[in-house]
Protein backbone atom coordinates (compact mmCIF):
# COMPACT_ATOMS: atom_id res chain seq x y z
CA UNK A 1 0.00 0.00 0.00
CA UNK A 2 1.72 3.03 -1.02
CA UNK A 3 0.17 6.35 0.08
CA UNK A 4 -1.48 7.05 3.94
CA UNK A 5 0.13 4.57 5.21
CA UNK A 6 3.58 5.13 3.91
CA UNK A 7 3.25 9.21 5.48
CA UNK A 8 2.32 7.53 8.85
CA UNK A 9 5.31 5.47 8.86
CA UNK A 10 7.22 8.39 7.25
CA UNK A 11 5.91 10.54 10.47
CA UNK A 12 6.47 7.60 13.04
CA UNK A 13 10.20 7.82 12.40
CA UNK A 14 10.23 11.41 12.77
CA UNK A 15 10.61 12.47 8.87
CA UNK A 16 8.58 15.41 7.41
CA UNK A 17 6.08 14.07 4.70
CA UNK A 18 6.91 14.81 1.00
CA UNK A 19 4.55 16.99 0.54
CA UNK A 20 3.78 20.23 2.91
CA UNK A 21 1.59 22.98 2.24
CA UNK A 22 1.72 26.38 3.34
CA UNK A 23 -0.97 27.95 5.32
CA UNK A 24 -2.96 30.62 3.00
CA UNK A 25 -2.46 33.81 3.75
CA UNK A 26 -5.20 36.29 5.20
CA UNK A 27 -5.58 39.78 4.32
CA UNK A 28 -4.95 42.08 7.04
CA UNK A 29 -8.51 44.66 7.35
CA UNK A 30 -8.44 47.43 5.76
CA UNK A 31 -9.29 50.02 8.55
CA UNK A 32 -8.90 54.37 8.10
CA UNK A 33 -6.57 55.04 11.95
CA UNK A 34 -4.61 52.53 14.04
CA UNK A 35 -6.90 50.13 15.58
CA UNK A 36 -7.90 50.05 19.25
CA UNK A 37 -6.69 47.69 21.34
CA UNK A 38 -9.59 45.63 21.33
CA UNK A 39 -9.35 45.84 17.81
CA UNK A 40 -5.60 44.40 17.59
CA UNK A 41 -6.89 41.77 19.50
CA UNK A 42 -9.61 41.07 16.95
CA UNK A 43 -6.69 41.13 14.03
CA UNK A 44 -4.69 38.65 16.30
CA UNK A 45 -7.27 35.86 16.58
CA UNK A 46 -7.48 35.52 12.67
CA UNK A 47 -10.07 32.92 11.75
CA UNK A 48 -8.84 29.64 10.54
CA UNK A 49 -7.91 29.55 6.63
CA UNK A 50 -8.15 26.05 4.54
CA UNK A 51 -6.72 25.24 1.76
CA UNK A 52 -7.36 21.70 -0.71
CA UNK A 53 -4.95 20.36 -3.11
CA UNK A 54 -6.41 16.83 -4.96
CA UNK A 55 -4.26 14.22 -3.91
CA UNK A 56 -2.74 15.88 -1.07
CA UNK A 57 -5.81 16.42 1.52
CA UNK A 58 -7.39 19.45 3.52
CA UNK A 59 -4.95 21.80 5.22
CA UNK A 60 -5.93 24.16 7.77
CA UNK A 61 -3.96 26.73 9.27
CA UNK A 62 -5.29 27.81 12.81
CA UNK A 63 -3.61 30.65 15.44
CA UNK A 64 -2.00 32.54 13.35
CA UNK A 65 -0.78 30.02 11.61
CA UNK A 66 1.25 28.37 14.28
CA UNK A 67 -0.69 25.46 14.43
CA UNK A 68 -1.65 23.26 11.35
CA UNK A 69 -4.27 20.47 10.91
CA UNK A 70 -4.05 18.22 7.43
CA UNK A 71 -7.02 15.67 6.58
CA UNK A 72 -6.79 13.35 4.38
CA UNK A 73 -8.69 10.07 2.62
CA UNK A 74 -8.27 7.61 0.22
CA UNK A 75 -10.74 4.89 -1.84
CA UNK A 76 -9.04 1.71 -2.37
CA UNK A 77 -10.73 -0.87 -4.48
CA UNK A 78 -8.81 -4.62 -4.43
CA UNK A 79 -9.26 -7.35 -6.55
CA UNK A 80 -7.62 -10.66 -6.00
CA UNK A 81 -7.98 -14.11 -8.02
CA UNK A 82 -6.24 -16.63 -6.51
CA UNK A 83 -5.28 -20.45 -8.19
CA UNK A 84 -5.85 -22.40 -4.79
CA UNK A 85 -6.97 -21.00 -1.79
CA UNK A 86 -5.30 -18.68 0.24
CA UNK A 87 -6.32 -17.61 3.73
CA UNK A 88 -7.56 -15.25 3.78
CA UNK A 89 -8.87 -14.49 0.06
CA UNK A 90 -8.85 -10.49 0.83
CA UNK A 91 -5.55 -10.35 2.58
CA UNK A 92 -3.32 -13.56 1.69
CA UNK A 93 -1.23 -14.27 4.46
CA UNK A 94 -0.78 -18.22 3.38
CA UNK A 95 -1.87 -21.06 1.34
CA UNK A 96 -4.58 -23.58 2.54
CA UNK A 97 -4.25 -26.92 1.65
CA UNK A 98 -5.29 -28.43 -1.53
CA UNK A 99 -8.62 -30.48 -1.67
CA UNK A 100 -8.22 -34.40 -0.54
CA UNK A 101 -10.95 -35.01 -3.37
CA UNK A 102 -9.18 -33.14 -6.10
CA UNK A 103 -11.39 -30.49 -6.32
CA UNK A 104 -10.60 -26.53 -7.74
CA UNK A 105 -9.94 -24.69 -4.86
CA UNK A 106 -9.48 -20.97 -6.66
CA UNK A 107 -11.08 -17.93 -5.10
CA UNK A 108 -11.99 -14.67 -5.79
CA UNK A 109 -12.44 -11.34 -4.00
CA UNK A 110 -13.07 -8.16 -4.50
CA UNK A 111 -13.27 -5.39 -1.93
CA UNK A 112 -12.82 -2.09 -0.53
CA UNK A 113 -11.47 -2.25 2.91
CA UNK A 114 -7.76 -0.70 2.54
CA UNK A 115 -10.17 2.59 2.14
CA UNK A 116 -8.87 4.74 4.62
CA UNK A 117 -9.06 8.51 6.24
CA UNK A 118 -6.92 10.28 8.84
CA UNK A 119 -5.45 13.45 9.91
CA UNK A 120 -2.08 14.81 11.35
CA UNK A 121 -1.77 18.21 13.86
CA UNK A 122 1.13 19.99 14.26
CA UNK A 123 1.19 22.52 17.28
CA UNK A 124 2.88 25.45 18.08
CA UNK A 125 6.29 25.20 20.08
CA UNK A 126 7.08 24.11 23.43
CA UNK A 127 9.88 24.32 25.39
CA UNK A 128 11.53 23.22 22.46
CA UNK A 129 10.02 20.89 21.18
CA UNK A 130 6.96 20.72 18.25
CA UNK A 131 3.54 18.63 19.74
CA UNK A 132 1.58 16.67 16.90
CA UNK A 133 -0.44 14.38 16.77
CA UNK A 134 -1.55 11.52 13.80
CA UNK A 135 -4.40 9.05 13.09
CA UNK A 136 -4.89 7.37 10.35
CA UNK A 137 -7.99 3.98 10.17
CA UNK A 138 -9.09 1.54 7.77
CA UNK A 139 -12.27 0.38 6.95
CA UNK A 140 -11.08 -3.36 7.50
CA UNK A 141 -11.81 -5.64 10.43
CA UNK A 142 -9.36 -4.88 13.16
CA UNK A 143 -8.55 -8.70 13.01
CA UNK A 144 -6.75 -8.91 9.68
CA UNK A 145 -7.55 -12.50 9.65
CA UNK A 146 -11.44 -11.65 9.51
CA UNK A 147 -11.77 -11.29 5.87
CA UNK A 148 -14.83 -8.52 6.76
CA UNK A 149 -15.54 -4.72 7.12
CA UNK A 150 -15.00 -2.75 10.35
CA UNK A 151 -12.95 -0.63 11.62
CA UNK A 152 -9.23 -1.22 12.17
CA UNK A 153 -7.21 2.06 13.90
CA UNK A 154 -3.29 1.60 12.63
CA UNK A 155 -1.78 5.07 13.68
CA UNK A 156 -2.87 6.71 16.62
CA UNK A 157 -0.48 8.68 18.59
CA UNK A 158 0.97 12.14 20.01
CA UNK A 159 4.50 13.50 19.81
CA UNK A 160 7.29 15.83 20.56
CA UNK A 161 9.49 16.51 18.68
CA UNK A 162 13.19 18.68 17.75
CA UNK A 163 15.76 18.41 15.65
CA UNK A 164 17.55 16.17 18.12
CA UNK A 165 14.61 13.96 19.91
CA UNK A 166 10.86 12.25 19.45
CA UNK A 167 8.76 11.47 22.34
CA UNK A 168 5.64 9.59 21.27
CA UNK A 169 2.99 7.41 23.20
CA UNK A 170 0.01 5.73 21.51
CA UNK A 171 -0.57 3.09 18.39
CA UNK A 172 2.58 3.16 16.36
CA UNK A 173 4.78 0.74 13.93
CA UNK A 174 6.92 -1.14 16.07
CA UNK A 175 10.67 -0.18 16.60
CA UNK A 176 11.69 -4.06 16.06
CA UNK A 177 12.46 -4.78 12.05
CA UNK A 178 10.38 -1.65 11.22
CA UNK A 179 11.19 -2.03 7.19
CA UNK A 180 8.42 -3.34 5.25
CA UNK A 181 8.19 -4.41 1.25
CA UNK A 182 5.91 -3.15 -1.12
CA UNK A 183 3.13 -5.18 -1.76
CA UNK A 184 -0.34 -4.39 -2.23
CA UNK A 185 -2.32 -5.29 0.91
CA UNK A 186 -1.79 -3.99 4.36
CA UNK A 187 -0.88 -7.93 5.24
CA UNK A 188 3.27 -6.78 3.39
CA UNK A 189 4.13 -10.37 3.82
CA UNK A 190 3.16 -10.57 7.67
CA UNK A 191 4.01 -14.69 8.29
CA UNK A 192 6.19 -14.89 5.51
CA UNK A 193 9.32 -12.95 6.50
CA UNK A 194 7.99 -9.54 7.24
CA UNK A 195 8.24 -9.35 11.16
CA UNK A 196 7.29 -6.40 13.27
CA UNK A 197 3.77 -4.70 13.47
CA UNK A 198 1.64 -2.19 15.04
CA UNK A 199 0.42 -1.80 18.90
CA UNK A 200 0.30 0.44 21.89
CA UNK A 201 3.83 1.96 22.71
CA UNK A 202 5.83 4.68 24.56
CA UNK A 203 8.97 5.62 23.08
CA UNK A 204 12.10 8.06 23.21
CA UNK A 205 14.12 8.20 20.12
CA UNK A 206 17.90 10.20 19.42
CA UNK A 207 19.09 11.91 16.86
CA UNK A 208 22.87 11.93 16.28
CA UNK A 209 23.88 14.12 13.53
CA UNK A 210 27.93 14.77 13.24
CA UNK A 211 27.40 15.83 9.94
CA UNK A 212 25.12 16.01 6.55
CA UNK A 213 26.42 12.66 5.06
CA UNK A 214 25.74 10.35 8.81
CA UNK A 215 23.13 10.34 11.27
CA UNK A 216 22.77 7.73 14.42
CA UNK A 217 19.24 7.28 15.36
CA UNK A 218 18.89 5.53 18.44
CA UNK A 219 14.94 4.16 19.58
CA UNK A 220 13.83 2.36 22.28
CA UNK A 221 10.13 1.69 23.73
CA UNK A 222 7.72 -0.01 25.84
CA UNK A 223 4.97 -1.59 23.64
CA UNK A 224 1.83 -3.87 24.34
CA UNK A 225 2.72 -7.48 23.81
CA UNK A 226 -0.16 -8.40 22.40
CA UNK A 227 -0.80 -6.50 19.12
CA UNK A 228 -4.44 -8.27 17.85
CA UNK A 229 -3.47 -8.27 14.70
CA UNK A 230 -4.28 -11.87 13.98
CA UNK A 231 -6.68 -13.38 16.86
CA UNK A 232 -8.22 -17.03 17.46
CA UNK A 233 -10.68 -17.97 19.35
CA UNK A 234 -8.89 -21.77 20.73
CA UNK A 235 -6.81 -19.74 24.05
CA UNK A 236 -6.72 -16.59 25.57
CA UNK A 237 -3.13 -14.43 24.84
CA UNK A 238 -2.90 -11.85 26.79
CA UNK A 239 0.04 -9.86 28.52
CA UNK A 240 2.35 -11.44 31.39
CA UNK A 241 2.25 -8.53 33.45
CA UNK A 242 4.93 -6.54 31.74
CA UNK A 243 5.57 -4.69 28.52
CA UNK A 244 7.51 -5.80 25.69
CA UNK A 245 10.89 -3.86 25.89
CA UNK A 246 11.96 -3.27 21.82
CA UNK A 247 14.94 -0.81 20.78
CA UNK A 248 16.92 -0.49 17.73
CA UNK A 249 20.04 1.22 16.45
CA UNK A 250 20.07 2.34 13.30
CA UNK A 251 22.98 4.47 10.59
CA UNK A 252 21.96 6.50 8.34
CA UNK A 253 24.70 6.95 5.28
CA UNK A 254 25.31 9.71 2.48
CA UNK A 255 23.05 13.73 2.63
CA UNK A 256 19.66 13.39 2.28
CA UNK A 257 18.67 14.02 -1.81
CA UNK A 258 15.70 14.16 -4.16
CA UNK A 259 15.74 10.52 -5.82
CA UNK A 260 12.95 9.79 -8.39
CA UNK A 261 9.67 9.14 -7.88
CA UNK A 262 9.36 11.92 -5.40
CA UNK A 263 11.62 10.53 -2.97
CA UNK A 264 13.85 11.91 -0.49
CA UNK A 265 16.00 10.10 1.82
CA UNK A 266 19.97 9.07 2.26
CA UNK A 267 21.77 6.66 0.24
CA UNK A 268 21.74 3.83 2.65
CA UNK A 269 20.54 3.01 6.38
CA UNK A 270 21.23 0.13 7.89
CA UNK A 271 19.67 -1.05 11.56
CA UNK A 272 19.53 -3.64 14.35
CA UNK A 273 17.21 -3.61 16.51
CA UNK A 274 15.63 -6.25 19.02
CA UNK A 275 12.64 -7.56 21.16
CA UNK A 276 12.43 -8.77 24.47
CA UNK A 277 8.89 -10.12 26.26
CA UNK A 278 6.83 -12.45 27.86
CA UNK A 279 2.65 -13.74 26.70
CA UNK A 280 0.73 -15.72 29.07
CA UNK A 281 -1.94 -18.48 27.41
CA UNK A 282 -4.81 -19.88 28.93
CA UNK A 283 -7.72 -21.94 28.09
CA UNK A 284 -10.70 -20.35 26.52
CA UNK A 285 -13.93 -21.07 27.81
CA UNK A 286 -15.05 -21.52 23.94
CA UNK A 287 -12.35 -24.91 23.69
CA UNK A 288 -12.86 -28.07 24.63
CA UNK A 289 -11.91 -29.38 27.78
CA UNK A 290 -8.88 -31.16 26.91
CA UNK A 291 -7.14 -32.84 30.54
CA UNK A 292 -4.14 -33.20 28.54
CA UNK A 293 -3.20 -30.05 28.01
CA UNK A 294 -1.99 -27.14 30.81
CA UNK A 295 -4.51 -24.57 31.89
CA UNK A 296 -1.68 -21.95 31.60
CA UNK A 297 1.45 -21.51 30.36
CA UNK A 298 3.88 -18.48 30.17
CA UNK A 299 6.07 -17.79 26.82
CA UNK A 300 9.16 -15.64 26.67
CA UNK A 301 9.50 -14.08 23.69
CA UNK A 302 12.42 -12.57 21.83
CA UNK A 303 13.39 -11.37 18.70
CA UNK A 304 16.70 -10.25 16.70
CA UNK A 305 16.94 -8.35 13.65
CA UNK A 306 18.68 -6.66 11.05
CA UNK A 307 17.12 -4.52 8.01
CA UNK A 308 18.68 -2.67 5.63
CA UNK A 309 17.64 -0.02 2.94
CA UNK A 310 20.26 0.67 -0.23
CA UNK A 311 19.17 3.21 -3.03
CA UNK A 312 21.76 2.13 -5.20
CA UNK A 313 20.93 4.76 -7.75
CA UNK A 314 18.44 7.62 -8.74
CA UNK A 315 16.49 4.49 -9.66
CA UNK A 316 17.43 1.08 -8.37
CA UNK A 317 17.37 0.14 -4.89
CA UNK A 318 17.04 -2.60 -2.69
CA UNK A 319 15.99 -3.09 0.86
CA UNK A 320 15.71 -6.29 3.42
CA UNK A 321 15.22 -7.88 6.83
CA UNK A 322 16.22 -10.75 8.69
CA UNK A 323 15.38 -12.20 11.65
CA UNK A 324 15.40 -14.82 14.52
CA UNK A 325 14.02 -15.28 17.45
CA UNK A 326 10.98 -17.14 18.97
CA UNK A 327 7.64 -16.50 20.36
CA UNK A 328 6.78 -13.97 17.52
CA UNK A 329 3.32 -14.82 16.59
CA UNK A 330 2.51 -11.50 18.13
CA UNK A 331 5.18 -9.65 15.41
CA UNK A 332 4.08 -11.84 12.54
CA UNK A 333 6.59 -14.20 12.68
CA UNK A 334 6.60 -17.84 13.18
CA UNK A 335 3.58 -17.83 10.51
CA UNK A 336 1.54 -16.16 12.84
CA UNK A 337 2.60 -18.83 15.48
CA UNK A 338 3.60 -18.25 19.21
CA UNK A 339 3.86 -21.70 20.64
CA UNK A 340 2.97 -25.06 19.85
CA UNK A 341 -0.58 -25.69 20.44
CA UNK A 342 -0.70 -29.31 21.90
CA UNK A 343 2.47 -28.62 24.68
CA UNK A 344 2.26 -24.45 25.01
CA UNK A 345 6.27 -24.19 24.60
CA UNK A 346 7.70 -21.59 22.50
CA UNK A 347 8.44 -22.00 18.76
CA UNK A 348 11.31 -20.66 17.83
CA UNK A 349 11.75 -18.99 13.74
CA UNK A 350 14.02 -17.70 11.68
CA UNK A 351 13.22 -15.72 7.89
CA UNK A 352 13.44 -12.74 6.15
CA UNK A 353 12.67 -11.06 3.14
CA UNK A 354 14.54 -8.87 0.34
CA UNK A 355 13.26 -6.64 -2.36
CA UNK A 356 14.69 -4.85 -5.19
CA UNK A 357 13.13 -2.06 -6.99
CA UNK A 358 13.30 0.41 -10.06
CA UNK A 359 11.83 3.38 -11.25
CA UNK A 360 11.31 3.47 -14.62
CA UNK A 361 10.04 6.89 -14.87
CA UNK A 362 9.00 8.96 -12.14
CA UNK A 363 5.18 7.75 -12.39
CA UNK A 364 5.91 4.18 -13.13
CA UNK A 365 7.99 2.01 -10.66
CA UNK A 366 8.55 -2.16 -10.40
CA UNK A 367 9.61 -4.05 -6.86
CA UNK A 368 10.05 -7.70 -6.93
CA UNK A 369 11.39 -9.62 -4.22
CA UNK A 370 10.77 -13.17 -2.04
CA UNK A 371 9.88 -13.32 1.66
CA UNK A 372 10.43 -16.91 3.87
CA UNK A 373 9.36 -18.02 7.52
CA UNK A 374 10.64 -21.11 8.76
CA UNK A 375 9.73 -22.31 12.26
CA UNK A 376 12.02 -25.10 13.32
CA UNK A 377 9.92 -28.29 12.93
CA UNK A 378 10.42 -30.28 16.17
CA UNK A 379 8.53 -26.89 17.85
CA UNK A 380 5.60 -27.81 16.08
CA UNK A 381 1.91 -29.36 16.44
CA UNK A 382 1.20 -31.24 13.87
CA UNK A 383 -1.79 -29.65 12.91
CA UNK A 384 0.85 -26.10 12.65
CA UNK A 385 2.47 -24.27 9.55
CA UNK A 386 6.22 -25.83 8.80
CA UNK A 387 7.61 -22.62 6.27
CA UNK A 388 5.81 -20.41 4.41
CA UNK A 389 7.23 -18.74 1.29
CA UNK A 390 6.11 -16.03 -0.91
CA UNK A 391 7.74 -14.38 -4.34
CA UNK A 392 6.19 -11.19 -5.58
CA UNK A 393 6.17 -8.04 -8.41
CA UNK A 394 3.91 -6.11 -8.39
CA UNK A 395 3.63 -2.74 -11.15
CA UNK A 396 2.88 0.36 -9.67
CA UNK A 397 1.77 3.72 -11.83
CA UNK A 398 0.87 6.94 -10.10
CA UNK A 399 -0.87 8.29 -13.18
CA UNK A 400 -1.56 11.41 -10.92
CA UNK A 401 -1.27 12.67 -7.52
CA UNK A 402 -4.90 11.10 -7.19
CA UNK A 403 -4.79 7.99 -9.16
CA UNK A 404 -2.75 5.45 -8.40
CA UNK A 405 -3.06 1.61 -10.44
CA UNK A 406 -0.74 -1.64 -9.33
CA UNK A 407 -0.91 -5.02 -10.75
CA UNK A 408 0.79 -7.85 -8.53
CA UNK A 409 1.75 -11.37 -9.01
CA UNK A 410 2.66 -14.15 -6.01
CA UNK A 411 3.45 -17.52 -5.43
CA UNK A 412 3.48 -18.66 -2.31
CA UNK A 413 4.21 -21.82 -1.05
CA UNK A 414 2.91 -23.15 2.62
CA UNK A 415 4.52 -26.42 4.20
CA UNK A 416 2.60 -28.24 6.59
CA UNK A 417 3.51 -30.95 9.20
CA UNK A 418 0.79 -33.04 9.13
CA UNK A 419 -1.11 -32.12 5.89
CA UNK A 420 -0.36 -31.60 2.01
CA UNK A 421 2.03 -29.13 1.18
CA UNK A 422 0.07 -26.47 -0.89
CA UNK A 423 1.22 -23.64 -3.52
CA UNK A 424 -0.69 -21.25 -5.65
CA UNK A 425 -0.30 -18.07 -7.99
CA UNK A 426 -2.08 -14.75 -6.82
CA UNK A 427 -2.92 -11.98 -8.82
CA UNK A 428 -4.18 -8.98 -7.54
CA UNK A 429 -5.22 -5.31 -8.67
CA UNK A 430 -5.66 -2.30 -7.11
CA UNK A 431 -7.29 1.17 -7.68
CA UNK A 432 -6.86 3.98 -5.44
CA UNK A 433 -7.74 7.30 -5.47
CA UNK A 434 -6.17 10.11 -3.03
CA UNK A 435 -8.38 12.46 -1.61
Known amino acids: MMSVALFAEAEARGQEPATT ?64 RPFTAGIPFLILPPSPFGLNTNTFDLHARQSAFGAVFTGPEVLGFTPGANFLGFIQNDNLTSDA ?42 GSGNTGS ?33 TGNA ?41 VGQLRSSKSILAPDDPGQPNRSVVNTWGLGVDADWAVTCRFGLAGELFVGQG ?28 AYYYVTDKFHVHSGYGIDAPLRRDLAPTQFAKNQTYFTNFVWDASKVLQLSFEIDYRKTDYIAFQNADGVVFMTQMLLRF
Open 21 to 84: LPPVPVAAPVTASPPTTAAADVVAAQPATTSYTPGDGLTVSMLNGTSKLKLFAQFSGIGVFATD
Open 198 to 230: FRGQFRVEHFAKPSDDFQLTTQVALSEPVATVV
Open 149 to 190: YGFLPYQAYGELKNEHWRIAAGLQSDVFNPESPTLITLAKMY
Open 328 to 355: LGEYNGGILQSYNSATLQPIRTRGGWAE
Open 235 to 275: RIVEDNGWPNVEARLAAGIGAVEELCGDRKKRAAELGVSGV
